[in-house]
């Protein structure tokens, strides 16, 4: 039976040590400061956004919020992000996606200053993570390699298998692994032979959002599973990308849904917004 890497106590761990270090900066005159912009009242991103909100205070971040309607155009969502981009008490800018149809999300994310995109998902940040010298790197895969970290893994050499594709997760968690230089395989919902690729792999990591995809009997004895899905089944249940019994009977260790990488997201986020600050300092 495999350990849990357990995302909750290990954010908790991590906060109390950001906590001190944001007592330092205060020191200093610096208070962190991460702006989040919610346009709309999707009740999933309310919660993420009130959850971020928590982890500030908690932390001892200065949270200033903007809670826009849905019918914000874009131009005034812009000029909202041109404002934060220069107001010198904010060290992070985080708009809460997805935006509304009629707002163009690229145009906005790029219009974050790249100084302040603690989410890592500005074309700068995802290009300097490319050519290995990262800024800010994406928080959801950031949480992925501090949860690796946590169990002293060494990708070295090792195989990774990233299941999904996406610009959020799948792709800079990859680069993530190939700094460290492991061997690295994206995969998707189109990969033929997936439970093939899945079977060879030291280091499973699952993010394509459907229910229970990977089958625990693909995992390779002694594997590591990183879950990243978080998905709301029929009785209301939630369960991750892998199905996660009969995978933790094979892996050396797991991550549990909920309680693994969820928590790390908003760690991370964190993370980002105190090295902001802490540039401000050094600048």
């Known amino acids: 039976m495999s350990k849990l890497i357990d995302g909750k106590a290990l954010a908790a761990q991590m906060r109390e040590q950001m906590a001190v ?27 993420y956004v009130s959850m971020k909100e928590k982890a500030c205070e908690a932390t001892g971040i200065f949270s200033d919020e903007h809670k826009l309607p849905a019918d914000t155009t874009q131009q005034e969502l812009l000029q909202l992000v041109d ?29 974050i200053s790249p100084l302040k995109d603690v989410d890592g998902f500005h074309p700068y940040s995802v ?24 169990i002293d893994y060494d990708l070295n050499g090792k195989e990774v ?8 997760v799948g792709k800079p968690v990859a680069l993530m692994c190939l700094e460290q230089n ?13 439970a093939g690729h899945v079977g060879r792999a030291d280091v499973v990591i699952a993010a394509v959002g459907r229910p229970e995809m990977i089958k625990g009997e693909w995992i390779k004895e002694g594997a590591v599973v990183i879950d990243v899905g978080i998905n ?9 990308d892998v199905e996660f019994a009969t995978a933790a009977e ?8 909920p309680g693994g990488v969820g928590p790390m997201t908003i760690t991370m986020l964190l ?8 540039q401000r300092v050094a600048g």
């Open 182 to 194: 492991a061997t690295v395989t994206i995969c998707h919902s189109r990969t033929q032979n997936l």
């Open 21 to 47: 270090r944001v007592e330092k900066l205060k020191e200093t005159g610096i208070v962190p400061g991460l702006a989040v912009v919610l346009v709309g009242e999707d009740p999933a991103s309310r919660v």
């Open 232 to 240: 709301r089944v029929a009785d209301k249940k939630l369960v991750g």
């Open 161 to 168: 298998v990233v299941v999904g594709r996406s610009n959020i």
């Open 271 to 278: 993370f980002n917004t105190i090295q902001s600050a802490s």
């Open 83 to 111: 404002r934060l981009n220069n107001d010198p008490r904010i060290d992070g800018i985080l708009v809460q996606l997805p935006l509304p149809d009629h707002i163009d999300e690229d145009c906005v994310i790029n219009a």
């Open 127 to 150: 290009g300097c993570l490319a050519i290995g010298n990262p800024t800010f790197r994406s928080c959801t895969p950031y949480g992925v390699m501090k949860m690796l970290e946590s």
């Open 250 to 257: 094979k892996a050396s260790y797991i991550t549990p849904v």
